[in-house]
């Protein structure tokens, strides 16, 4: 993925760059933000965390009643307990285009100011 940025100037290569995974527990990442803005990433992390969870109630609770009943408060808690993060870091944009981000990416993150893969 490294890539020539020579065409950068020295400014935008040092423009920091947030980033933010979220994953299941003792499973690879399942989604990563990166963002420009600090507060639009977190927000957008904590968005897609929960509708993650909320994707995933029925089958948590189908797993679950096999050993009693679950409510859906129970499986959304089990669920969010179990729904990890990096929590935010911090990049210069030449680290998170040599070393996260592929073209496709690279190209949302410029145009849109963010981008999840």
Known sequence: MDRNLDHLDAEQSQKTVYVETIFWRN?????????????????????????????AIDD????????GDITEDEARDNLASDLCSTGLHEFTY??????ILDAEHVHELDTEGITIL
């Open 27 to 55: 499973c690879d990442p399942l989604l990563t933000v990166a963002g420009f803005d600090r507060a639009a990433v977190i927000e957008q992390a904590r968005k897609l965390a929960d509708d993650e969870i909320e994707n």
């Open 94 to 99: 030449t680290d998170v285009v040599r070393n």
């Open 60 to 67: 948590e609770i189908a797993a679950e009643s096999e050993d």
